[in-house]
């Protein structure tokens, strides 16, 4: 009885928002405070974006994309165009992918799927932690060590080759981990199910589980490429940088252009020229980061509305 | 003797037999020296309480047991005469004959067509699969709710549906002998009746072996019935071991059970 009665008795204005108590007052300076670092956060990739959209965004044209870069000069308006390092950074991204992929999706099934939690797939698993904390620079040293300064592959000196090797190595850890977290990822009830009905462990693994965790390895797949695409420091070790157009069937065993070195390259040169180069090749590549990131997103996104 | 069965089957009426089977977890046994002899084109039951060694004696008819680190058997299972845990045997082999649905709908991300599909092709199936969809379907009950929708994924069914679907997935692989863990469990009434009038069709072709919870459902479905308990372990550790009580046609087990603890579970004095 008397509870009903002091319920009744609530008034509208006990229930009203009062600005004025410490608990609101501590809980607006918070979100302000958390909102305006948030702004903070993702104010330098607006500067770079539009920074590198007015330097760089302004200079594309047809003849970009498909002329040569010339070397440095003092005399020059023009210093050509970047078609041969986009169509660099094209094939040692793909050599990059072609061997950090296989190796990758492997290594994370065997980790998912066949390894029993013992030292051998804890320590591949730190391994891969180490791995992906180490700096890009150091790869670069490494794979030039081994396989620039020996000419192991095919006496090959500076080369395409080599430089997709260092970048595979970046890529590596990014794809073994997103391969290893997304099976984990999928239902142990579909692994009996599957085993249930017959399947043997390779059937249930390439026709059930893999298919089920596409999504989270494509999408990690997509972005350890864009981050391979964007290297510098292991190109400038293994690829070096080419004035030329890749041909003929030395192609990948030669030095070779890319986006990023060239980048580096003509950006300290002393002359203009070269300078506003380096900023479309920077437009250029940012673009296709921004792209290949987009595309990981609706990768996601196409995905996920067909599964429901 | 306690455990040991007590059906007067002749060999050529047993699919699957068990032979003193004891399995444990670890240094720890979870069920111990079971004798269990399972007619064929029957329906078996198993029932206990929770925690006696159900499950673990259902997974290691077809060898799902080998999925889980550390589990290991001693003693024979015949499944035909032939002993499954014989090194030379497959275990893919075993659960080509002997399949299982599980207690959680578990249909596979694919079409409803591609579930039952699945089984089959793996299989080597040569036959007509259309026909193989539509007959596995109709057998499990669910040809009616799929048959305008083949294409649509199988999660898009309701839960109900799904395990029909998880039932037709596996009698498509024409098994020998279908076992169910809790298949209902997951499940509302109305979808529990249907999947039980499902196992009404199926015995005609299949042996099945059910795990339930449920005494009722016991008593509607099945043939013979296995009581199932656990007793503390003499170490004293608090440990339990699960073993079996009595095993005997399911009228006998419900109305005169030979054991005190039978009749104490089937009254619902515990469990
Ligand atoms: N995967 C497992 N690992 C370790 N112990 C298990 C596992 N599964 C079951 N057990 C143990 O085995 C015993 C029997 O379990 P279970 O077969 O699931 O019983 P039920 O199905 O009758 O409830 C329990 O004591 C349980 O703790
Ligand atoms: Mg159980």
Redesign the pocket.
Known sequence: MTQTKTTSHITKSDLAYDPGLNRNIFNNILTFTTAIFSFVSVLPLILVLSYVLIKGGSQINLSLITQLPEPPGDDLVSAGGIGNAILGTFIVTTIASIIAIPMGVGGGIYLAEYSNGGWFSRFIRFGTNVLSGVPSIIAGVCVYGVIVSTKIIFGANFSGIAGGIALSILMLPTVIKTTDEGLKLVSDDLRKGALGVGASKFITISRITLPTAFTPIATGIVLAIARAAGETAPLIFTALFSFYWPSGSQALFNPIASLSVLIYNFALEPYEAQNQLAWAASFVLVMLILLTNLFSRWLRNFTSINKS | MKGSSQTKQSDREITISLQNVT?S??N?E??RNIYCDIPRGKVTA?I????????????SLNRMNDL????SLTGRVLFEGADIYDPKVDPVEVRRRIGMVFQQPNPFPKSIYENIAFGARINGYTGNLDELVETSLKKAAVWDECKDKLNESGCSLSGGQQQRLCIARTIAIQPDVILM??PCSALDPISTLKIEETMHELKKNFTIII?T?NMQQALRVSDMTAF?N?EKLETGSG??V?YLVEFNKTDKIFNSPTQKATQDYISGKFG
């Open positions: 399995i977890y670890g720890s979870a069920v198993l206990g309480p929770s925690g006696c060694g159900k499950s673990t004696i259902l997974r889980i680190q550390g589990c863990d809790e795990v919870h199932y656990a440990g339990k699960g």
